[in-house]
């Protein structure tokens, strides 16, 4: 039988105020892609709905594509657009 | 040198940091808070960074830099938080033997410090305010 994992999500900038929250937290299975993890945090938390197309998944400190494993343990983040500089 | 810092940034300090002997240039672009934007005034910038990451993919540009130009040292700081017209949000210096590379490795540095560093910036107008790129 899969087990779960749970995952901690940090957000940033506009996210992090629309949220009002520094990490969100979901539950996924184990060994999820970064893909579901998009879908999980859509369905979650409605707030993200116009940003999350947009923004970059990063495990690891690394940006990752849709296709990625996520681990348990993993440093996950969601990322909007940049504009540093 | 790769760093996202909540202090003022000291332009000449970093340069005297990538100087060596061997290095017939430095060339530095300094990053300064602008007082309009889109044609609206600003009042001030606020940044926010994922500051690991962000001093994690300087370093990642800093040793791309290295392999592409022949560079002696490469110094990247961002500065974070609530910044005032006139002050520098960001100093990229670049030394290296010869001008054409510090020239191209520094704006070559920049522009992908743009793309992909996870670091934003909020413009802080007389009224209201907005995340770039976002909002």
New interface residues.
Partial sequence: MATSMQIGV?V???L??RLGREELRVELPEGASVGALLVKLEESFPALGP?LE?CMV?VN?N?EAKGAVIREGDEV?L??????? | MYRVTKDPIWVEEIEAWVKEPSAGAVVTFDGIVRNNAEGRAVRFLEYEAYPEMAEKCLGEIGEEVKRKWHLNKVAMVHRIGRLAIGESSIVISVSAPHRADAFAACQYAMDRVKESVPIWKKECFEEGAHWVNID
């Fill in positions: 940090r940033f900038a506009i992090k105020e940003y947009r990063s400190q940006y983040a990322l909007p657009p940049v504009s540093g500089g």
